[in-house]
């Protein structure tokens, strides 16, 4: 089973998250505090994660591309959440791998979700 990691400092959008990616049959691991984010990469191993960019104490942007910059995460798809329409060079510039701009509908989420899983998985774990 594929293995998401949700990151956003708003609890209802993480408990929204993993309601949606669970019904879809992901094992969903959700964090309101992302200075946790990389000791749950390393225990959880997601094959996924889905990231705000606008947490409060911390830029979303940021901890994408310090994700992206450990060896053993540049295969691991990001998906960026965001309310700011401008964000799309965080593709390039942060290595995301794709944005979802809020609101957004089920489907953007689990489309993108399976898409980007369906890519990577020759890098199984």
Known sequence: MKRILCVDDNQNLLDIYE??????GYTVMTSIFP???????????????ILDINMNEIN?????????????NKN??????SSDESIHTA????????????PFEINDLT???????SQTS????
Request: proline fraction near 3%; glycine fraction near 2%.
């Open 35 to 49: 200075e946790n984010m990389f000791k749950l990469i390393s225990e959880f191993e997601p094959h996924l994660i």
């Open 91 to 102: 593709i390039c510039d942060f290595n995301a791998t794709a944005i979802i701009l809020k």
């Open 19 to 24: 309601i949606i990616l669970v019904a879809e």
């Open 76 to 81: 691991t798809p990001v998906i960026i959440i």
């Open 111 to 117: 489309s993108a979700v399976k898409l980007h899983l």
């Open 122 to 125: 020759t890098f199984s774990r």
């Open 60 to 72: 979303g942007l940021d901890v994408c591309k310090e994700v992206k910059s450990y060896i053993n």
